[in-house]
């Protein structure tokens, strides 16, 4: 394949990944929403966060899966109190880590 094939092929991925990305934050200011679809809005990352995860939790560590299930449950609790997803998920992290150091 020449060079400049693959530049197309990588061009057109990145177009093809980009553009369904990009339209929904461009169009979504524009837009009015109802307070129930608003709140369903705010609600998607908590629920995207739980569906990633939550698979992860029961595989941690085969031998203590006690380790994944605090992880989890401290996931959860911070979910519930709205924090940011990005703290959720590092206290998740860190949960799993010193329980996996000491365990």
Known sequence: MASTDIFLLIAGMMAVTYI???IPAVLVD???FG???????????????????????FLVDNMNPIIGIAGGAVAIVLAMRKCQIM???L???????VLYLFL
Do not use: N, Q, W
């Open 20 to 22: 369904p990305r990009a």
């Open 35 to 57: 307070s129930r679809t608003e709140k369903f809005l705010k609600l998607i990352p908590y629920t995207a966060m739980a569906a990633l995860i939550f698979p992860g939790v």
């Open 91 to 97: 206290a998740a992290v860190a949960v799993d880590f």
């Open 87 to 89: 703290v959720c998920v």
């Open 30 to 32: 524009k837009m009015k």
